[in-house]
């Protein structure tokens, strides 16, 4: 085999590694540059939390109508959004901070998911929903990823300086914009809405793992934020080839082996990027007159 | 009268306890005032109630002829997180919000006007560094810098040389004369009474009430410092309601 084969022929042969491709890809446009922003505003576990935050949702669309991808998605986008919003209103006008408005929200949301999904018996089908897999990827998913990943790069295009400098300086946002939360509210909007399109398409791991360890990476290597982002959507993109080929060859299942190439790059990143790494932190350079 | 600060009988608190209690008077147009007195005795909270991060429990602020657009404002606290990524040329260029907003394109113009706002701040080729690597005087200069380009019409300074060095203090303070002579509003809070009466021709003596608001002068008295110091600072859980509101 040579190494074009190896990494060319896998796409080539089966239709549904181009599809996983194809929604790895979009998944990686769309949530890496959300992660660089949860992380510039501390809100790493944001993501992870919120996922549990959308099963009442996903729940409920599940019981309704069966195995429908768009209802399942709409559902989920109803609850993490009234979570996301409530947690988000009450952070800004009560004493309670975003974390733990949050945790408070999700908590509650998540109890009412195991509720409903346990008072109507049968969840074996609904857990596999849950954590899906990236193999078995259709082209009502596929659009769905895509449509998802496109809304939000427009949309972050859009927001994007208002959201840098709510971030950098909300006090200075307030005093010359006075609508700081909107800005906040729409980014909360955009993070529901790829995780839940990720998230019933591919599985939590999935979303959320592409969304923190490409952004988590990118730290190491860039500064600027736009550049951050370029760097976290280039990782993401490079983990899911390198995840499907692995997961293709190895014959090992095809979310995790995604998440770990991109936890191989991370680890290097920590080690070995020029930002801050261990290495910049460790290596005796001669230090410069000014 | 545009870019005068009108307050009548204003109360501004927490949790219904007042900060600024029954303030009345006005910080007229083009006026440079300090704002002096104890820890404690509502000066920031005034400042937040001017800029609108703080709604009144009590009275009206009125800003005549121009809205929030044409006000800036420097917090004593400010909230930048210095880990941020953002270089002091993005920094010094979102003074030009008011021109550009959340979605105008920042070109050639707005970036020459914050490049010569640097250098008048005397931060030439800091233009690339990033925010969170600055001394905080240096930070202070870039906010400085940032005012410059906001142009605004009237300027809210919360204790802006707190923590900074005589030589940029100094700078910094022909900046606020500037802005004086060029007839904008300028409200700054301060603690140094030497700085006061040298600089700031109107002062406002706060101990949560006015004790005096005129001519610096005539309200910097030793009679009046000595009670602004003795104003009790204490938080009474039991305090009784307030009845001067009824009977106005």
Known sequence: MTPMEFLIDPFIEFAFMRRALA??????????????????RRMSLTGDAMTHALLPGVAVAFLLTGFSL?????????????????????????????????????LISLALGVLIVSSKGSSVDLMHVLFGTVLAVD???????ATIATLSVLTLAVIYRALVVECFDPTFLASVQGRGALVHMAFLTLLVLNLV???????????VGIMMLPAAAARFWAVEVGRLMVWSVAVAVVASVAGLLVSYHAGLPSGPA???????????????????????RWRTAPHFVR | MVGAITLDDLTLGYDRHPA????????????????????????????????????PIGGRIDVAGVGRRHMAYLPQQIQIDPSFPISVLDCVCLGSWNRVGAFGGIGKDEVMEARSALAVVGLDGFEGRAVGTLSRGQLQRVLFARLLVQDASIILLDEPFTAIDERTCCDLLVLVKRWHAENRTVVAVLHDFEQVRENFPETLLLARETLAWGDTCQVMTEGNLIRARAMAEAWDEAAPVC???DMA
């Open chain 1, 197 to 207: 399109g990720g998230f019933t398409a591919l599985g939590t791991l999935m979303v």
């Open chain 1, 258 to 280: 995604i998440i770990l190439s991109a936890g191989v790059i991370c680890g290097f990143s920590m080690a070995f990027g020029p930002r801050g790494s261990l290495w910049t």
């Open chain 2, 243 to 245: 009845d001067a509101g």
């Open chain 1, 139 to 145: 082209d009502t998913a596929l659009f769905i990823v």
């Open chain 1, 23 to 40: 929604a790895s890809l979009a998944i990686s446009v769309g949530c890496a540059p959300l992660g660089v922003i949860l992380i510039l």
């Open chain 1, 70 to 106: 768009p209802a399942m998605v709409l559902g989920g986008f109803i609850t993490g959004l009234t979570v996301a919003w409530f947690s988000g209103a009450v952070a800004r006008s009560t004493v309670l901070r975003e974390d733990a408005s949050l945790a408070a929200f999700y």
């Open chain 2, 20 to 55: 600024v209690h029954h303030v009345t008077g006005t910080f007229s147009d083009g006026s440079l005032t300090a704002v002096v007195g104890p820890n404690g005795a509502g000066k920031s909270t005034l400042m937040k109630g001017i800029v609108g991060a703080l709604k």
